[in-house]
């Protein structure tokens, strides 16, 4: 060692930790549509939010302000009439397999079957639509079933239900094995749009359990939309508002409920008054 | 019991003599009639009695084209020689080759209206000229058609392309348009290509609907198939029809009416059952 040359380890404590750069960045995001008339309607304005890897982001807000918006534009369904939407620092432009989405709806294809559903995936990304008729293909597919199987099991679901169509199966049911298909990907992002919205209490809270069950256990960053306060805050590690624009002109921004500045979190305590105690 | 109850609940019995009264009428009136003018004049032709019936059923399936029974020829051949080189059969084959060709050039349909509603350029490209050529009346580019293709089998499969394609064209591209989009985004959080998407989530979806959109056009197809064969044809079903039209030949015309009919319903049942074997979780609105 050269002397007066410092050791890696030591070199580190006496650096400033590298600042971490934001594993999903929404910048000065602005949506809006033509209307009639040629007015325009802003949904979004002035977005920026970051968040980092491995967070549970809960999104709330009253319906119409915004919130599936701002998730389609993470999932890349959408793009914003203006700013940028970054993924590990490249740009969002449309929907691809690093990002698993759980709708409120729709989210498995009605023609296959739960396993079909979840093993969908795995086939197209091996598999193209010459290939997928080869003998290779159908030894592929007993692999690809079994860890279908394994996915149901950790969704709580039985093998008896793997024959089943969506249609047979109930709400709860079908958003669980929304959820195995998009993880048997191992996305980086999961984004659900209201994807418990239309369950029951009692299959909702169990729903929430297995949620952050698999969140812990895979580490996936997961943007949560939802209209519901106390689901919000039980889940997330962060919860984001997006409230009324201060400047008052009809559009939407994003309040971090962590870090917003106090005149701006009494605001938001007014609008979403009761999130603490419901929570606790 | 009141009839204009909107809950009323018929019991098995009077669904089933319901649904068949109608047939039963149509029947009994038919042979009223024909003995009624049997008995005013002996050679009527117009309402053929039963026994004129069997005779022309009869004489379509044995009887070879131009004969009016069968031949000494025929007289020593088996009877399945007679049926397969008489009338009834070989006008049978000869419609339904045409219109099967007709039916595979719907498939090539089906995939222009799923790629026009799935590919927005390929919609924005062919849509308008599509809507416009939906518009012309199939039957009046008859002569054109005539013109341009001759009499021969080509120009009678593209009347049945011009009188049918379109609306398969628009019924495909509309049922592409009503998959859901979170469909086509889930098929892309879960790897799919463009392609991938297409076929394998957006057709697999709507094919019975498809399925069934090609059902309901059987009738239209055949309807321009006839049109074509009466013509200008020298073989086919509806040549015949038109054939013995001149010489008020009714008691074979009417056998044929019922056996296209028959053989429409077959497909289409056939059709309707392999749409529920092929696709279980399909649920007709």
């Not at chain 1, 812990?216 to 106390?230: C, D, M, P, R, S």
């Not at chain 2, 080189?85 to 209206?113: E, I, K, N, Q």
Request: hydrophobic share 45%.
């Amino acid at each position: 060692m050269v002397p007066g040359s410092l050791t890696e380890s030591t070199q580190a404590l006496l650096d400033p930790p590298p600042r971490e750069d934001p594993f999903i960045r929404l910048d000065r995001i602005r949506v809006s549509y033509a209307l009639k008339g040629g007015e325009r309607k802003i949904v979004l304005d002035g977005i920026d939010l970051e968040i980092h890897a491995g967070e549970f982001i809960s999104v709330i807000g009253q319906t119409g302000c915004g919130k599936s918006t701002l998730l389609r534009l993470v999932l890349g369904s959408e793009t914003p009439t203006e700013g940028r939407v970054l993924v590990e620092g490249r740009e969002v432009v449309r929907p691809d397999r690093d990002r698993g989405y759980v709708p409120q709806k729709y989210s498995l294809f009605p023609d296959k079957t739960v396993v079909d559903n979840i093993t969908f995936g795995l086939e197209v990304e091996e598999f193209n639509l010459l290939t997928c008729f080869t003998p290779r293909y159908y030894t592929r597919r007993h692999e690809f079933r079994a860890e279908a199987m394994r996915q149901l099991a950790k969704m709580g679901l039985h093998e008896t239900d793997a024959t089943k169509y969506p249609d047979q199966l109930s709400g709860g049911m079908q958003q669980r094995v929304a959820i195995a298909q998009a993880l048997v990907m191992k996305p980086k992002i999961l984004l659900m749009d209201e994807a418990f919205s239309a369950l029951d209490p009692g299959t909702r809270a169990g729903m929430q359990k297995l949620i952050r069950e698999v969140w812990k256990e895979t580490g996936t960053t997961v943007l949560f939309v939802t209209h519901n306060i106390a689901e919000a805050v039980r889940l997330a590690t962060r919860v984001i508002v997006l409230a009324k624009n201060p400047a008052a002109d009809g559009s939407r921004v994003a309040l971090d409920l962590s870090t917003a500045e106090p005149d701006i979190s009494a605001r938001i305590e007014q609008v979403t008054g009761h999130i603490r105690s419901d929570a606790s | 019991m009141s009839l204009l109850n909107i809950c009323a609940k018929p019991s098995r019995a009077a669904t089933w003599t319901l649904s068949w009264l109608l047939f039963a009428t149509g029947i009994v009136m038919y042979f009223y009639t024909a003995q009624k003018r049997h008995k005013e004049n002996p050679d009527d032709r117009v309402v053929p009695t039963l026994s004129q019936l069997a005779s022309g059923i009869y004489q379509a399936a044995m009887s070879q084209d131009g004969d009016d029974q069968p031949s000494a020829d025929a007289q020593g051949q088996s009877a399945f020689e007679r049926f397969r080189h008489g009338m009834l059969w070989t006008d049978t084959v000869a419609s339904s080759r045409r219109f099967f060709y007709g039916l595979a050039l719907l498939f090539p349909a089906v995939l222009l209206g799923l790629h026009m509603g799935i590919f927005p350029y390929f919609g924005i490209f062919f849509l308008r000229f599509i809507l416009f050529f939906d518009k012309i009346i199939a039957l009046s580019v008859l002569p054109i058609l005539f013109i341009a293709f001759g009499i021969d089998e080509l120009s009678k499969v593209m009347l049945i392309v011009i009188g049918v394609t379109p609306t398969i064209i628009l019924d495909t591209f509309n049922l592409t348009k009503g998959v859901p989009p979170e469909q086509l985004v889930k098929g892309f959080t879960l790897g799919a290509s463009d392609f991938d998407v297409a076929y394998r989530v957006v057709l697999k979806q709507i094919w019975p609907r498809v399925l069934n959109s090609i059902r309901l056009n059987l009738k239209p197809l055949m309807l321009f198939l006839f049109a074509g064969e009466m013509i200008a044809s020298t073989d086919g079903l509806a040549y015949r029809i038109a054939l013995l039209r001149r010489h008020m030949g009714m008691n074979i015309i009417i056998p044929y009416v019922l056996w296209v009919a028959l053989l429409l319903f077959l497909v289409d049942l056939a059709m309707r059952l392999l749409n529920k074997k092929l696709h279980p979780w399909f649920r007709e609105a």
